[in-house]
């Protein structure tokens, strides 16, 4: 079994503050790994993706990748209350396409 | 940018109907991907299929089947609709390659 482990929150950070949500990992043979927004009733949307180990920065978001230690994170600066919402963690492998989502983490940014 | 579109956004049906949830993408994916979400369990794949006339099971496939005549178009079928699979329904796409997956607007489908 494949295991994607997120806390499922809520994580509640002021306006202006970082948000930090972390993920870990079971299959090393994971590949790529995306974060996905999700509001509530809406679909994923996708927030960013990184195959690489180390820190790739999209405006106020930021993925870090460790592969040795089989975790990602996602980092919100400036954090908005129009950033509520439930983050997902996925990854593929090298098996297939197909993605292995986190149950996910709810964030409340609070004004 | 890609669409991914669902026939519907909010089904309603009873116990023992066949039920068809259409999926259409515009980008000339080869890979569709059909999930199931519910509170406390997160997204759990169903199906998918890499190609027309292509299919394969994911994690929870008994009680669906699904049917790829053209590559644009992922359908799943609900053969004898019941009240446990009520659930919101995603259909996603992507192309080939480790690109993410799109995700349509999602069918919320209730089994009466």
């Known amino acids: 079994q494949k295991e994607v482990e997120q806390n499922s929150g809520p994580l509640s950070v002021p306006e202006g503050a970082i948000a930090s949500l972390n993920c870990t990992y079971s299959?090393?043979?994971?590949?790529?790994f995306f974060w996905y927004r999700q509001y509530s009733g809406k679909s994923p949307e996708l927030i960013m993706f990184i195959y690489s180990n180390g820190d790739k920065e999209d405006g106020r978001f930021t993925a870090q990748l460790n592969k040795a230690s089989q975790y990602v994170s996602l980092l919100i600066r400036d954090s908005q209350p129009s950033d509520s919402a439930t983050y997902l963690c996925a990854m593929n492998s090298n098996s297939g396409y197909a993605l292995n989502f986190g149950k996910g983490t709810s964030l409340l940014v609070t004004p | 940018d890609v669409k991914v579109t669902q026939s519907s956004r909010y089904l309603v049906k009873r116990t023992g109907e066949k039920v068809f949830l259409e999926c259409v993408q515009d980008m000339d994916h080869e890979n569709m991907f059909w999930y199931r979400q519910d509170p406390g369990l997160g997204l759990r794949l169903i199906y998918f299929s890499y190609d027309v006339k292509m299919k394969e099971k994911g994690d929870i496939p008994e009680g669906y089947s699904v049917s790829r005549e053209k590559k644009e178009r992922f359908s799943l079928i609900l053969e004898s609709a019941s009240t446990n699979q009520t659930s919101m329904y995603l259909c996603a796409s992507l192309n080939s390659g480790n690109q993410p997956q799109h995700f349509g607007d999602g069918t919320r489908l209730s089994i009466l």
């Open positions: 299959d090393r043979g994971s590949q790529s």
